[in-house]
């Protein structure tokens, strides 16, 4: 079955740290762009961070940084360490796996990431 499990959201005061963790099932993580996006209430969903097949990772402007998407080949899993957050990163926070070739997208469920004192 393939499926993405996000973890480690929660309730983070203002300036402090959160890693995001999503575990991949049924693919191999390495071969796609990994991306995670957010949605705050009322916004449209926003791409936060990439890190495409070779390794190389964007980043939107908000979170340049503050925010690092990083890779685990072996435990198949990529993960949004989050610093410095501010009560504007307060969403949803969904992980994404794209490729383009074989013309897939799978999301998760998506994990509440809310920033405020």
């Known amino acids: 079955q393939v499926q993405l499990v996000e973890s480690g959201g929660g309730l983070v005061q203002p300036g402090g740290s959160l890693r995001l963790s999503c575990a991949a099932s049924g693919i191999r993580l390495a071969s796609y762009t990994a991306n995670w996006y957010r949605q705050a209430p009322g916004k449209e969903r926003e791409l936060v961070a990439a890190?495409?097949?070779?390794?190389?990772?964007n980043y939107a402007d908000s979170v340049k940084g503050r925010f690092t998407i990083s890779r685990d080949n072996a435990k198949n899993t990529v993960y949004l360490q989050m610093n410095s957050l501010k009560p504007e990163d307060t969403a949803v926070y969904y992980c994404?796996?794209?490729?383009?070739?074989?013309?897939?997208?799978?999301w998760g469920q998506g994990t509440q990431v809310t920033v405020s004192s």
């Open positions: 994404n796996a794209e490729h383009k070739r074989l013309r897939t997208s799978i």
């Open positions: 890190m495409f097949s070779a390794g190389i990772a």
